[in-house]
């Protein structure tokens, strides 16, 4: 089931002013790394792959992808406390050092836990969930989990706890930052949510 093209029109839109903006003064990537090492690393570990399954792994997602999520946590748009208090506390600069330096490190790979699960969960990533409106996660995402720069995040071997908490958000309305995966969350069930969640940690 396809959603609007107006909808995901709009999506890409916002995302490519994202990465306009990003790209318009060149990140440090030294001062990225000394910012991270220095208020990121306690959470996401030193290369930005969190080995704390509620934690992101920052590693090689796109640098306009987390731009975007700081811009937003700074604003009050994706609402986290913790993250809130970071975020205000980083100007533009900072935020774009962070972000390049955190995606030219690379990703750990991640495996799927739930045999009984894996299954559901493939067919919803790659198929989607068709008499429901939940579209397929590979048309955004892309089969492998590597996303789409500047539009769609990188989700290869992220944790699972962490994707099924974001999903639950959506589903609930407390994570606001995405109408999109809002409409879709919302006609998915736990267990659904667990299948794609677990899923989706294996993919690499």
């Known amino acids: 089931m396809k959603l609007p093209v ?5 999506a890409a839109a916002a995302a490519l002013s994202f990465s306009v903006q990003a790209q318009t003064v060149k990140p440090d990537l ?4 000394a910012t991270f090492g220095q208020v990121c690393v306690a959470c996401h570990a030193a290369d930005g792959n969190s080995t704390t399954p509620a934690n ?3 590693a090689q997602q796109h640098p306009e ?17 913790i993250m809130k208090g ?7 600069d900072d935020m774009r050092n962070i972000a390049f330096w955190v995606a030219s490190q690379k990703a750990t790979t991640g ?23 939940v579209a397929a996660c590979a048309g955004c995402h892309s089969p492998t989990g590597s996303g789409i720069p500047a539009q ?10 962490y994707t099924a908490t974001q999903l639950n958000l959506f589903r609930s309305g407390a994570r606001k930052n995405s109408n999109q995966m809002t409409q879709i969350a919302a006609h998915m069930t736990d267990e659904e949510i667990r299948a794609v969640s677990d899923y989706i940690a294996g993919l690499r």
Do not use: T, W
């Open 111 to 133: 495996f799927a836990q739930d045999k009984e699960l894996v299954r559901l969960g493939e067919r919803i990533y790659r198929g989607g969930i068709a008499d429901r409106q």
């Open 30 to 33: 030294g001062k990225g790394a």
């Open 6 to 10: 107006s909808f995901i029109c709009a």
């Open 65 to 81: 992808y987390l731009i975007k999520q700081l811009q937003e946590y700074k604003s009050g748009k994706r609402d986290n406390a």
């Open 56 to 58: 992101p792994k920052l």
């Open 152 to 161: 769609y995040p990188r989700l290869a071997g992220q944790h699972a706890e």
């Open 86 to 92: 970071f975020a205000s506390s980083m100007s533009d």
